[in-house]
């Protein structure tokens, strides 16, 4: 506020502080501010709440875990502060202690749901956001004791059959223990359920444990009552966990006394517990006898009652007209059909970009996976959450999600224009205003043309946050000059052809000024390659250049810029087959390599197949990749742990794999690997469709052997597009219009 700069607090700050020994922290902060550009928003607010948040929960953690190890706490921390492990992690300065190692988790669901339950790689489930745990365990009469979270013969999957199910086993010495968590809907809610089956040679207890913790660290609960007919527990007075039989022993503990693991053996009946300091453990014992398995369902109904007739539709109705996949790589067919899902899951009606850490709404993530609703045929989807777009532009026309993010604007009309190519359909008349607004707001927000390196450029910011500290970033330009563009070509289908011509002019303008700046820095580094910014060298941060080849195509697919960019990338900046992001992140990212892989395959370069196999070896086993994935661990490190924008990437490289737009023309096969293509002893065809594209649906099939035979048939909006089949190994054939079926010949 302007006010604020006449009262003399800045005085008193300084006063307060230095007259206590502390150092001065406004001079601390204009220090570190000098090591980053000049900018409007130093950092957006959303990202320091957030990261207050985030820290407040591991100083939580520091003053809870180290201090109690005998505890049984969560697979991340069993790993990450054990000192033989390679996730361990030395705590000596941290003063917050959080998930840096095995940020990895699942989510399941009801499409159209808010509700995410997530499940951690050793099954341990947190079915309300952001609250505590329910695990399980096998408690031996003989001594020997199952513990998922400290034990390593685990296996894990996503059961696919009728919906989404997170299926974890474990054995150890004559016991066996299998978890299955889904959520499904009855008459009233939607519910989460946790299917336990347990078995133990020599007998003993299966164990239903209520935890103070989760995938982050400690999650507070202050009172645990186990009902009078001893089949539910009730937490905090609000929350219910429900039990299909009543439990055949129960035990509860508190902080001072200690984990509830410690006491399983008592012979105790305590129904109740409370902790003023928030870790209560309760633990439900149902008995194994010698040789048999139990079989017990525990239910946490999800706190949102559904309104009669407004129930979401089931997953069968969300996946009846997607586009769909059938390779003979059962590796890329999974992690095809578990992207799917996650898109699905992740777009209830806005998207987002994870369950969890990322369960917030971003316009650059949004683009991204609304992209890939689009190409996966999940038009509906795609619609809904685009419809909530107008509403978080300001009246200067700056689409809004986070202060000081400068790539917004061309986000939301670049991806408003994909809806309305790809559908075919015109604009909605209610979004009309909001793109002639956010389009003069990306013109009015360029700095003046002053003959600096960053003249006529959009102003610095903190851009994509990995990128580095704040400074004018190419892709800011990038995504602006691609919401100019994506502007006219709106104005010109609707018929305003003023407005497309004032913008194409300063697409034009902005366009030459963004090339220049390039030529500079090509001079200055002796090689075409974009750097991150005008002032920049190259480093990990110039992955945000190469929006200018994928999504946006600003360039050609052979253009020097891109193909330099990619070499030195992937030179310099690789581990393990991915992209390793140094800035903010310290990991491996799928989503970034697939980028990379994007322009590869554009150039026709092999290599785009290469990356892909790397990515999929990345995944977790239900197919999913943490944001930024720990490079001796191959747990994740940052972020999100089911990070559903590097869902979308997979679907959509498999989608441009098949079929892709490259200006006028569809291009078909390209990214095929071309040994799919010549087996002969293929059992079945290879399918992809119906595949929404510019020009309409088409769906291929292609019949693998010495020459390969493919296939397709679209439902074009209007007259069929010039076709090219590019795949590898194979004669480039460019189709005669009307034909739709060829054989491929060998190179």
């Not at 685990?154 to 059959?161: A, G």
């Not at 010495?173 to 299917?195: F, K, T, Y």
């Not at 691609?482 to 010109?492: D, H, M, T, Y």
């Not at 253009?559 to 960019?565: A, C, I």
Request: net charge negative.
């Amino acid at each position: 506020m302007p006010w604020m700069k006449w009262l003399p607090w800045r005085f008193f700050v300084r006063k307060f502080a230095t007259a206590h020994g502390f150092l001065d922290p406004l001079a601390v902060m204009a220090r570190l501010q000098r090591f980053a550009e000049p900018s409007e928003v130093s950092e957006p607010i959303e990202l320091l709440r957030a990261g207050v948040i985030f820290h407040a929960r591991a100083l939580m953690n520091s003053k809870v875990i180290q201090h109690n190890l005998d505890w049984v706490w969560p697979y991340w921390i069993e790993r990450q502060f054990d000192p033989a492990d390679v996730a361990f992690i030395p705590r000596a300065f941290s003063i917050t202690h959080c998930n840096l190692s095995h940020r990895n988790w699942t989510a399941v669901g009801i499409p159209g749901s808010e509700q995410m339950p997530i499940v951690d790689p050793r099954g341990l489930l947190t079915p309300h956001y952001d609250g505590w745990s329910i695990d399980s365990w096998i408690v031996g009469d003989d001594g020997s004791d199952l513990y998922p979270s400290q034990h390593d013969q685990i296996t894990q999957r996503m059961d696919l059959k009728d919906g989404v199910a997170i299926v974890t086993e474990s054995q150890k010495s004559g016991a066996q223990l299998e978890s299955r968590v889904w959520a499904e809907l009855d008459e009233r809610n939607n519910n989460c359920h946790m299917r336990l089956r347990a078995h133990h040679k020599t007998g003993g207890w299966l164990v239903v444990a209520l935890r103070p913790c989760n995938p982050e660290g400690v999650a507070f609960i202050h009172k645990v009552t186990l009902g009078n007919d001893r089949n539910r527990w009730l937490v905090d007075g609000q929350h219910k966990i429900l039990f299909d039989r009543p439990v055949d022993r129960h035990h509860a503990s508190d902080y001072h006394k200690g984990d509830i693991s410690l006491y399983l053996r008592d012979e105790g009946n305590e129904n109740h517990a409370e902790c003023e300091v928030g870790m209560a453990t309760a633990a439900a014992l149902f008995r194994i006898e010698p040789g048999e398995t139990v079989d017990t369902l525990v239910t946490i109904p999800q706190q949102c009652p559904l309104k009669k007739g407004n129930a979401p539709a089931g997953w069968k109705q969300n996946l009846d007209q997607h586009c769909a996949m059938s390779v003979p790589d059962t590796e890329m067919q999974f992690l095809y059909d578990a992207a799917v899902r996650t898109l699905i899951l992740h777009s209830p009606h806005d998207v987002y970009p994870g369950p969890y850490t990322y369960k917030r709404f971003w316009f650059r993530d949004a683009a991204f996976m609304i992209q890939s609703l689009l190409h996966a045929g999940l038009l509906d989807r795609a619609a809904r959450a685009l419809e909530r777009f107008p509403s978080r532009q300001k009246r200067n026309g700056y689409f809004h999600s986070q202060d000081g993010e400068w790539d917004s604007n061309g986000e939301a009309l670049w991806i408003i224009d994909q809806y309305c190519r790809i559908t075919g359909t015109k604009l909605k008349p209610e979004w009309l205003d909001p793109v002639l607004r956010g389009t003069h707001w990306i013109h009015n927000k360029r700095q003046p043309k002053d003959g600096s390196l960053t003249g006529g450029l959009l102003p610095a910011g903190f851009s994509a946050e990995h990128l580095g500290p704040n400074d004018c970033y190419f892709w800011d330009d990038f995504w602006g000059i691609a919401g100019q563009l994506s502007a006219v070509a709106i104005c010109n289908r609707e018929g305003h052809t003023q407005d497309a011509e004032t913008f194409q002019h300063h697409a034009d303008d902005f366009m030459l000024t963004v090339d220049d700046a390039l030529q500079k820095c090509a001079a200055r580094l002796d090689r075409p390659a974009m750097p991150a910014s005008p002032k920049r060298r190259l480093d990990a941060g110039a992955i945000g250049s190469i929006a200018a080849g994928y999504p946006l195509k600003l360039y050609p697919e052979n253009d020097p810029r891109l193909l330099d960019l990619v070499e030195f990338l992937m030179e310099n900046c690789f581990v393990s087959g991915g992209f390793f992001q140094d800035m903010i992140h310290s990991g491996i990212n799928a989503y970034l390599t697939i980028h990379v892989a994007q322009v590869l395959l554009r150039a026709g370069d092999p290599r785009c197949i290469d990356l892909m196999r790397n990515v999929a070896k990345l995944a977790s086993p239900t197919g999913q990749w943490p944001e930024a994935i720990h490079p001796h661990s191959f747990g994740g490190c940052m972020g999100d742990g089911q990070h559903a924008w590097a869902a979308a990437e997979w679907v959509t490289m498999q989608r441009n794999c098949f079929v892709r737009e490259e200006g006028d023309t569809l291009i078909l096969a390209s990214g095929l690997p071309a040994e799919w293509l010549s087996d002969s002893s293929a059992q079945k065809p290879i399918r992809f469709g119906p595949a929404p594209t510019y020009f309409g649906t088409i769906s291929i099939e292609i019949t693998p052997g010495d020459k390969p035979r493919i296939s397709w048939s679209g439902k074009w909006h209007d007259e069929a597009p010039p076709i090219e089949v590019r795949a590898f190994g194979y004669q480039p054939v460019v189709v005669e219009p009307g034909v739709e079926m060829l054989e491929l010949q060998p190179k």
